[in-house]
């Protein structure tokens, strides 16, 4: 059995590890890493086989759930502490900070202390307290602000940014302008470029900051510029009309502009948009009261970031809470995945497009993260039924994709 298992290991150009050798090994597992940050990226690229038999085309996903703090996030987190300490502006010891009620926080609190830093993470007070106490378990110290507009000091945006530069050895992580964010996606594409093996005809996504869409899209437009782009975009966000129509305003040109002109920042539902230019201009759906805050959370904003005027984007598509319900319990039913609103909305983006490309194309998009974070809201049947939002799961059919 020695022997056989020997000549076998090298017949197929493995080194044989004994009795215990396991078939394939050498080539399908990654060499042992160097901590954190080799667990980061370098997710799988898997089909999703029913959504792919009800378009017609290959409809694929990138499984960024699986980074170690569970969402595309920790690739973004790590560019920027990278990229921070390489440039001499963090050292160890130092700190990260950012405002942030989402999945970055958590990656910037992972990241920072695998580099010997440590993070300070600003959100409003009327976001979840588990978030908050999630990060402090994480090592991050937590500020939790009283909800004001962006414009406002106190804004909690306002006080990372602050913070970072009250002391020596700090940097603002500031995700949603700092282009490490950009930079850390054009290796998302070129992942999904090499597991492809260049077959890929259009990207799908939904942007927060931006940096997905922009990154990817770049990637793969420059390795084949035939490649398309197109937004996904949830109710309340300006970007559709920014890729549609080419309006769109800066964070200073929207505050200027947003008393005489409530409505030229603003698509989605009149009312959405009116409390939406009211409250804050970006997409945080803290500062809206419940019932008008969109599902998909960390997409949709009103204002033109510098991640996302990278973006090369061909066409855009509007996605509604409601299919991202849908689209989330069709994902569960039939491919036993459990992921986030953002991530489902995607999903609806990647059916939108293969029906307007036509059978035969290859679609891919991102899934960001897992279910387990949206718990109180997108994942709970109170939360649903309240709104009028329980999933109907009929069959296994695509009907509730517009
Ligand atoms: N999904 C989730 C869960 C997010 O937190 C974010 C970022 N805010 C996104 C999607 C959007 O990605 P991006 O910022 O790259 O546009």
């Not at 950009?182 to 492809?196: C, V």
């Not at 197109?230 to 009309?241: A, E, H, K, M, Q």
């Not at 974070?373 to 997108?378: A, D, G, I, V």
Request: a neutral charge; hydrophobic letters at 40%.
């Amino acid at each position: 059995n020695e022997l056989l298992g020997l000549l076998g290991a090298w017949l197929r150009g493995e080194q044989y590890h004994g009795q215990h050798h396991l078939r394939g090994a050498s080539s399908s597992l990654r060499p042992v890493g160097q901590g954190l940050a080799d667990l980061i990226g370098n997710t799988p690229l898997i089909r999703l086989a029913s959504l792919s038999e009800q378009t017609g085309c290959q409809i694929l996903a990138k499984a960024e759930f699986l980074n170690p703090g569970g969402s595309v996030k920790d690739r973004v987190a790590l560019e920027i502490i990278q990229e921070a300490l390489t440039e001499g502006r963090l050292r160890q010891g130092g700190l990260v900070t950012e405002g942030t009620v989402g999945s970055t926080g958590v990656s910037l609190a992972m990241c920072a202390a695998a580099f010997g830093c440590h993070a300070f993470i600003a959100m409003p007070d009327d976001a979840a307290i588990e978030k908050a106490q999630m990060l402090q378990a994480l090592g991050a110290e937590v500020q939790r602000l009283r909800p004001v507009s962006i414009s406002h000091p106190d804004h909690f945006v306002n006080v990372a940014r602050r913070r970072a530069a009250e002391q020596p050895n700090a940097v603002f992580a500031d995700q949603f302008e700092n282009v490490a964010n950009f930079r850390a996606h054009l290796k998302t594409g070129q992942e999904i470029w090499e597991q492809t093996g260049g077959h890929v005809d259009a990207f799908v996504s939904g942007a927060g900051t931006g940096g997905t869409i922009a990154g990817v899209g770049s990637y793969l437009k420059q390795r084949r510029p035939a490649v398309r782009v197109f937004l996904i975009d949830p109710p309340g966000s300006g970007l559709y009309n920014k890729v549609t129509r080419g309006v769109m305003y800066t964070r200073e040109e929207a505050e200027g502009k947003r008393l005489k002109h409530p409505f030229d920042t603003i698509t989605g539902s009149m009312a959405t948009s009116l409390l939406r230019s009211l409250f804050c201009l970006e997409s945080e759906p803290f500062c809206l009261p419940p019932a008008f805050c969109p599902l998909p959370e960390g997409i949709g904003i009103n204002r033109l970031t510098a991640n996302f005027g990278r973006a090369q984007v061909d066409g855009a598509f509007k996605g509604t809470d409601r299919e991202a319900v849908e689209m989330a319990a069709y994902l569960l039913r039939n491919e036993g995945l459990f992921v986030g609103s953002s991530a489902a909305m995607n999903c609806v983006g990647a059916v939108k497009a293969a029906r307007a490309l036509g059978p035969g194309h290859t679609v891919v998009t991102v899934l960001c993260d897992g279910g387990h974070r949206h718990m109180s809201k997108f994942h709970s049947p109170a939360y649903l039924a309240e709104y009028g939002l329980t999933p109907a799961a009929t069959g296994r059919g695509l009907e509730f994709v517009a």
